[in-house]
C-alpha cells in the first residue's frame, strides 16, 4: 500500500486494487506490462472514483512504471478524473444542436437547482456533479443531459429538475 496511515475504507480500496493487479501476474521483465496500465486505471478509478496522485503512485510502483508514465496516461485521457465526482454524473451539451435548442438554460437550472457549477466540486452531499460537454452525438435528441451515460433528450430546465429528483430519491 502506498500509505503508512490509512482509513479502513482506504486500505480496503488499496486491497482490492492490489487484488486486481495481482491476476495478473504483472512481471518486472514483461514489457507487456505497460499495456495492462489502462485497464488497471480504470480499475482503480471504478474503485476510488478518481485517481489521485496517491493512487497513480500506487500503480505505478504495482506495475513497475514510473509515475511521469502513470500521469501522462491519466492527464491524456478524458475519461480519467484526479478529482472527486458525484456519484451521479449530470453531463450536458453544449454543442450546436443542444445550445441552440437551450442547452444553456438547462445547465443554468441544474447548477441553480444543485448550487454548483460545471466542471467544479461535486454538491456536498457527493450525490452530483456536472459537466458541460461540446457533443455527444446525439443531436436529434437535442437538447441533451446524461446521468451516468443514461441519455436524455428534448430536456427543458423544468424536465432537468425532475430528472434531478429521481436520482435524488434513489440517493
Known sequence: ?????????????????????ASLNIDRDDE?????????????????GYLPREVQIHVANK???????????????????????????????????????????????I??????????NPTADGLFSISALRCVGACGLAPVMMVNGKVYGKVTPAKAVEIIKQYKELG
Open 1 to 21: 500500500m502506498c500509505c503508512n496511515k490509512l482509513s479502513e475504507g482506504a486500505a480496503a480500496k488499496f486491497a482490492e486494487l492490489d487484488e486486481f493487479i
Open 32 to 48: 507487456r506490462r505497460r499495456g495492462r496500465l489502462i485497464q488497471v486505471l480504470h480499475r482503480a478509478q471504478a474503485i476510488f
Open 63 to 109: 506495475l513497475y512504471l514510473s509515475e511521469a508514465q502513470v500521469s501522462g496516461v491519466v492527464s491524456f485521457y478524458n475519461y480519467f478524473t484526479t478529482e472527486p465526482k458525484g456519484k451521479y454524473k449530470i453531463d450536458v451539451c453544449l454543442g450546436t444542436a443542444c445550445y441552440v435548442k437551450g442547452s444553456e438554460k438547462v445547465l443554468a437550472e
Open 111 to 120: 447548477e441553480r437547482v444543485l448550487g454548483v457549477k460545471a466542471d467544479t
